[in-house]
């Protein structure tokens, strides 16, 4: 059985780039993983076939679209498929995982460039967020491109003996992860963006941020987390049981 990728990217023309030499371009030669890089453009919808917006609550850079990036992932997903959205924000890629992820059927890879994705993304398809380590790359084709040969190179006959895997060796920054990015619209799949980031009050927005980045940071990566930022979540916790997480009410409309 053979490994199926899709990797969902605007710049489909990078693939398969590094992946197409070597071990990797021998196993997608031979079939025994094939590779497809499908073009978010292709799905968007607005007259100028647009993927990116400007970020809600204001900063710097572009946020991508979630329209053009759900319709390409629902176009493309079956049941078996696993999602992986690449983020710096996400779980830390390892060795472990990939060689979870080789026993897969179908890897839907989704690239985020600029300032990265509409949070919606993740939450309207279930995506898993993945990091290739805590720094910041230009876009997430790059990182795709390492997972892949991560996973591939595990391939049952992908290796010959010379080159066998078992005996390979494999095995933090300071910092809080980032908050939730949002742009338009303001209802996706009845997600709604949270009501302090239309506000145009950046006090209250900057607020926000800083709480949600905390939380999810508490959440997902808590040893990153210093004692002053772990005392200024207890002092929020006092002074406020509003989560920084969104409340996404169900709503119509994409
Ligand atoms: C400039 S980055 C956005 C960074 C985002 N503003 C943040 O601070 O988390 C653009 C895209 O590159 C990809 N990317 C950047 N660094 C990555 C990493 N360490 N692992 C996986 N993907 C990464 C992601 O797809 C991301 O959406």
Avoid: K, N
Avoid at 18 to 45: M, P
Avoid at 133 to 140: A, E, P, R, S, Y
Avoid at 211 to 217: P, S, V
């Amino acid at each position: 059985m053979s490994l199926e990728v899709d990797v969902l990217t605007i710049f489909p023309h990078m693939f398969p780039g590094a992946l197409g030499d070597s071990i990797t371009g021998r196993a997608l030669a031979t079939g025994l993983a094939r590779l497809r890089a499908v073009d978010i453009r292709d799905f968007a919808t607005d007259r100028h076939r647009s993927t990116d917006d400007y970020p809600y609550g204001g900063g710097p850079g572009m946020v991508m679209r979630p329209q053009p990036l759900v319709a390409a992932v629902e176009s493309i997903r079956r049941p078996s498929s696993r999602l992986l959205q690449l983020s710096p924000s996400g779980r830390r890629f390892d060795q472990r995982l990939a060689h979870e992820l080789s026993t897969e059927e179908h890897l839907v890879l989704i690239c985020g460039r600029y300032e990265g994705v509409d949070e919606r993304v993740r939450l309207a398809t279930g995506a898993e967020e993945l990091s290739i380590g805590d720094f910041v790359l230009t876009g997430g084709e790059i990182a795709a491109m390492v997972v892949i040969d991560a996973v591939i190179r595990l391939l049952p006959g992908a290796l010959s003996s010379s080159e066998a895997w078992r005996d390979e060796s494999h095995s933090s920054i300071e910092g809080l992860l980032e908050y939730p990015q949002y742009t338009r619209p303001v209802e996706f799949r009845g997600l709604r963006v949270p009501d302090v980031l239309l506000s145009g009050h950046h006090g209250q927005v900057a607020a926000w941020r800083r709480r949600a980045a905390l939380e999810r940071t508490r959440e997902r990566r808590p040893e990153l987390l210093s004692a002053e930022h772990r005392a200024e979540l207890e002092r929020l916790a006092r002074s406020s049981a509003e989560p920084g997480e969104p409340d996404h009410g169900r709503a119509s409309g994409d």
